[in-house]
């Protein structure tokens, strides 16, 4: 299998991570190459569409491509590791100059002092400005210029390019740049890699789902009917209706698809809203068990043992059970249950809207929920990453995507106190965009 990388990188960083991706297998290459620090998120724009992971060369890039990275992209960036500074110790060595004293900047301080340490080096001679994302050029030069005043510094080791080509040559000292190797890079890459393959390849286990509608209390249930309903039901829905579906005994209806279908469908194993709609409509009691095994049939036998436990709870509930004996439920949970829609005719407006956007079904639905609590009123990124179970930044690279497609619109800030920085508040406009458009009805 192979991943589909997007490189962000400086052009004169090109050559070493082309030598770098050499050396790790199942990569196809996108390159997104700046001269302009600036032009980085106009950049990323053009090479993110498509690709699976971005990799950039530095926290810095990454930090000024975060407003645009589309939030189903894995993001890592290549960092200067201990080695590397070593590296950078022995350039200094070999120019003829003692190590220390000497200012640092963008690096970790626990990595300088381990480092230090191995090197025998006295940490009181050595002063360090981490990275911050908020520090200028400006800011760096002028602290590595202090730090020569009060410590005598020999040379300055620093992690950005911007600061190397402000103090070359003007500094009066030797200015060394601590750069990744290849090697460095390659790990990297290979880390996001993996892990980027491990996602795909859980996300597309076969998991199973077995539904069965089972008395309300002393009444009969039509096992026949009740097994039409169901089957049409899943079938009807836009996600449930990809998977294989099939009447397999008189009263149970078995489902075969990717588990991340299926813990989508659940909210992340939390709630089944669609078995509401299935007791509703059978008059019955409406009961499911989910299995995830190493094969079909384990998948479908841990299914079972699923939809045992979950008739006997009693209610209309669901149970996840897979094959190391691992046991998730009763999903019940009422109070983080997805929005249960109904659409018309294939929803195509809301299909439309998916693909516009590039978000999930499930996404969406649950920002549609969200915009009809609210009642037109603004939320903020907190709020929506809550709803959506996804941290702050997550939800405003969602909210930027909503806003490119015109579907959500800045309403002003707000601030708690008089401190820090007000908060940022948006209407969300997916519901109004689809009865605009007829597409929608409950």
């Known amino acids: 299998m192979t991943v589909r990388l997007g490189l962000v990188v400086p052009v004169e960083s090109r050559t070493i991570f082309e030598r770098a991706v050499r050396d790790v297998a199942g990569v196809q290459v996108n390159w997104a190459l700046y001269a302009d620090e600036d032009s980085i998120p106009s950049l990323v724009q053009e090479v993110a569409p498509g690709q699976e992971v971005l990799c950039f060369a530095g926290p810095l890039p990454l930090e000024r491509a975060r407003a645009v990275i589309p939030p189903n992209v894995s993001v890592v960036d ?33 990595m300088v002092d381990d480092l230090l340490v191995e090197l025998g080096l006295d940490s009181e001679t050595v002063a360090v400005m981490p990275f911050d ?7 760096i030069v002028r ?33 060394v740049r601590v750069v990744p190797t290849a090697a460095t890079i390659a790990n990297t890459i ?24 089972v008395a309300a209390g002393d009444g009969d249930v039509d ?44 909210q992340g194993w939390r709630f089944l809203g669609v078995l509401e709609e299935m007791s509703a409509k059978t008059e019955a009691r409406v009961v499911a068990g989910i299995g995830l095994g190493s094969s079909a049939q ?11 436990l979950a008739t006997q709870r009693g209610g209309g509930c669901a149970y996840l059970i897979t094959d190391a004996g691992e046991i998730t439920g009763p999903m019940v949970d009422h109070e983080t249950r997805a929005p249960n829609y109904l659409f018309k005719s294939d929803d195509v407006a809301l299909e439309n809207i998916v693909q516009a956007v590039g978000l999930g079904l499930t996404t969406v639905t649950r920002l549609i929920d969200l915009e009809r609590q609210l009642g037109g009123a603004a939320t903020s990124a907190e709020e929506v990453g809550r709803n959506l179970n996804v941290t702050p930044p997550s939800a405003r690279r969602i909210l930027r995507v909503l806003r490119g497609a015109g579907l959500a619109h800045p309403v002003g800030s707000s601030q708690a106190t008089g401190r820090g920085r007000p908060t940022r508040l948006y209407r969300i406009d997916i519901a109004q965009m689809l009865y605009n458009q007829e597409g929608l009805r409950r």
């Open 133 to 139: 994302k908020t520090a200028s050029p400006d800011d």
């Open 190 to 213: 290979r880390g996001v890699t993996l892990e980027a393959l491990s996602a795909r390849k859980e996300d597309l286990r076969l998991c199973a789902a077995v539904f069965k509608a």
């Open 298 to 308: 384990g998948s479908i036998d841990c299914a079972h043992q699923a939809l045992e």
């Open 143 to 175: 602290f590595h210029r202090e730090q020569n005043a009060l410590l005598g510094t020999r040379y300055v080791i620093t992690g950005r390019n911007s600061v190397f080509r402000l103090l070359d040559g003007t500094f009066g000292a030797p200015v």
């Open 223 to 266: 096992a026949a009917g009740s097994v039409e309903v169901i089957r049409r039901i899943l079938a009807e829905d836009l996600e449930w209706g990809n998977a294989w579906i099939e009447a397999t005994r008189e009263s149970e209806v078995l489902v075969l698809g990717h588990k991340k279908l299926m813990e989508d469908k659940t």
């Open 78 to 110: 290549v960092r200067p590791s201990r080695v590397d500074l070593a590296v950078s110790f022995l350039q200094a060595r070999n120019f003829g100059i003692d190590l220390t004293p000497v200012s640092i900047d963008s690096l970790p301080r626990k």
